[in-house]
Every structure is written in C-alpha cells, then in structure tokens.
C-alpha cells in the first residue's frame, strides 16, 4: 500500500533562512509526487509536481524538490524564505490507476522576521 | 476565468439534517473528486468521477452521497448518517482520471454541524 510521512508537523524559519519540508512516501511501483501549498481557509495551490522526467523538480514561488529512489525521498526546499511563504504545505503520492492521491499529514511552516 | 468554484463558503447544519455542497468547474476536465480535511489529518478522499454518469467510492464515503450528471458538476450530500461531519470539505477535478494529471482545487467549504 502506498503512503506518505511528513516529518514535522511545524517547522519555523526565520525570513531569509532555507526552508527544508521533509517527505517520504512507500510506492510498489514508480510514483508520481506533489507538493501542495495551502493559505488559511483556501483551497490547496499545487507548487510541482514529479513525473519521472527529472529528479530535481523546479515550481512556483521559488520552490524545487528532488526526487530520490534511493531514499523514497521528495523533500521540498527553497533558498531564502519570505514571510509570503508561511502556509501549510502537503505531500501527495498518486495512487494506481486511476489518480487517487495520498496526503500526508501536512506540515506548517511559520516564518518569523 | 476558468476554475473551481464551491458554495456555500460556510454551511451550517442542524443534526439530523441533509446538506449538499456544490462545486462546478469550467475546465472540461472529465474527473473530479471530493475531499474532506481535518487538522492534523491531511485530505482524505471521499468519492471520485472519471466521467459522467460514474463514481467510486473513496476511503471514508459512509455517510456521503453524490452525483454526477453534468461534466462540470459534482456535487456532495452530506447525509444524517455522518456522524461527525464538521470539517472542511475540498472539491477537485482533473483533465483525466490516470495517474499524474494535476488536481486542481476549489476553495472549499467549511460545514459546522450545531
């Protein structure tokens, strides 16, 4: 069965520091995996997406992951953080055949000046 | 402007009553999904559509019903049967129903049983 975990459910970073949103999934077969940003009382935006094509996954904002088999890892960083980025942010496995996602628990990030 | 919209914003129910969340989107996609949200438990997927007329359960649909008889409708009942039912609720659709294509998400409802 497939799942992921996103290890840390807050993490803060002070404005201009790396931002490191950890996630790990388990997939029998190769996986497509997604980040989502998601603002107080709104719906989620997707930040990129990885489809196999490339290991290092570049999105919006600013944001890229990397894709590692070895470690069943699709970590989310950004260089510098901007207050703009405190939000929650969800990893997602997509799930046989039919694009059933799996979330993880998500992971609130706060960004102090 | 093409996207997902979902109404009401806020909804709330009196127990034992039915309620129906509404999304629509405008972006000829054949598949949308519903997701219900509840801190600290990520989204957890209700029913989906890969095309009109069809729908499948997803891993918590006791207690919902929906339908599908416009392609760009999908909207949820949250029936007398859901005994905890506050929570924020998403809608979603994609291009097709195969693995990867992009979910994309409407801005939610947020029902609050009193």
């Known amino acids: 069965a497939q799942s992921v975990t996103q290890l840390g459910s807050h993490v803060s970073v002070s404005e201009g520091a790396l931002v490191l949103l950890r996630c790990n999934y388990s997939?029998?077969?190769?996986?497509?995996l997604f980040w989502y940003v998601q603002y107080p009382n709104q719906g989620l935006q997707l930040l990129l997406k990885?489809?196999?094509?490339?290991?290092l996954v570049k999105g919006i904002n600013g944001f890229e992951a990397e894709f590692k088999k070895s470690e069943t890892s699709f970590h989310l960083t950004k260089p510098s953080a901007h207050m703009s980025d405190a939000a929650e942010y969800f990893c997602?496995?997509?799930?046989?055949?039919?694009?059933?996602?799996?979330f993880g628990a998500g992971t609130r990030l706060a960004v102090h000046p | 402007d093409g996207g997902i919209t979902q109404s009401p914003k806020y909804l709330f129910r009196k127990e034992g009553q039915n309620v129906t969340l509404s999304c629509e989107q405008n972006?000829?996609?054949?598949?949308m999904y519903w997701y219900r949200q509840d801190p600290g438990q990520g989204l957890r997927l209700i029913y989906y559509?890969?095309?009109?007329?069809?729908?499948q359960k997803g891993d918590i649909a006791e207690g919902y019903s929906v339908s599908r008889e416009k392609k760009e409708s999908f909207p949820l009942t949250v029936t007398s049967a859901q005994k905890n039912p506050t929570a924020f609720y998403l809608c979603?659709?994609?291009?097709?129903?195969?693995?990867?294509?992009?979910?994309?998400f409407g801005p939610g409802t947020r029902l609050t049983v009193l």
């Open positions: 979603a659709s994609s291009i097709g129903g195969t693995g990867g294509d992009t979910q994309y």
């Open positions: 972006l000829n996609h054949d598949a």
């Open positions: 559509s890969q095309i009109v007329n069809d729908f």
């Open positions: 997939s029998s077969v190769p996986p497509y």
């Open positions: 997602a496995v997509s799930r046989g055949g039919y694009n059933k996602l799996i």
């Open positions: 990885y489809t196999s094509a490339a290991t």
